[in-house]
């Protein structure tokens, strides 16, 4: 199974980087397979660390794929990372082993420290509708203009239904992202 979370690390100056990305757990590791080139995994041979964050706020999703990276971070606890202001938990972890790959590395990482900051509020189909907009926007390159188009004619239904302010605000700069891309 594949979790959709927020992935920060830090380069040897101690700049954060904040990306979205799926991650697995084989026993009681996490996997992370970014894509060569990518700044998470220099960012994770340089330091050997990095940060899940757990967050409602889609706008972090939609943000990092439409350039928008700033987000508010504290210093982690237990390894030299950042931690997501708007993280309902964090997990921080350190690399134990990289099975390397021409594409996608597989990045194993254990556990050092949880913890739970805000409660779970609950599932909401916009915030679902948001990130599947956001992994459509990160395949703008691959995928035919048709199956965009539907898909998000799907997704719109649940933004219309059930979105707050932050939904439709991740909404409308991935909408702009497609519409962008589509006139360049």
């Known amino acids: 199974m594949i979790f959709e979370v927020i992935v920060t690390t830090i380069d040897e ?5 904040i990306a979205p990305m799926g991650i697995r757990r084989v026993d009681s590791q996490v996997v992370i397979s970014p894509f060569k080139p990518s700044q998470t995994l220099t960012n994770l041979n340089v330091t050997g660390a990095a940060v899940i964050n757990i967050t409602d706020d889609v706008r972090i999703y939609a943000g990092c794929l439409t ?3 700033d987000w508010p971070v504290c210093p982690a606890s237990k ?9 309902l938990h964090h997990v921080e972890l350190k690399v134990a082993r990289l099975i390397d790959d021409e ?9 050092v420290y949880r913890s739970a900051a805000k ?7 916009a915030q679902a509708a948001v990130i599947e907009a956001a ?3 990160s395949r703008l390159h691959m995928l035919p203009k048709e199956k965009i188009d539907a898909e998000l004619t799907y997704l719109e239904i649940a933004i219309q239904k059930t979105a707050g302010a932050r939904e439709l605000e991740a ?4 909408t702009e992202a497609i519409a962008n891309f589509r006139n360049e």
């Open 67 to 69: 350039g928008r990276t």
């Open 171 to 174: 909404w409308q700069w991935l």
């Open 79 to 87: 390894i030299k990372g950042k931690v997501l202001e708007a993280a």
């Open 103 to 111: 594409l996608r590395p597989q990045v194993y990482l254990s556990e």
């Open 135 to 137: 992994i459509l926007v």
């Open 119 to 125: 409660p779970f509020p609950g599932f909401n189909r």
């Open 13 to 17: 100056h101690n700049t954060v980087h």
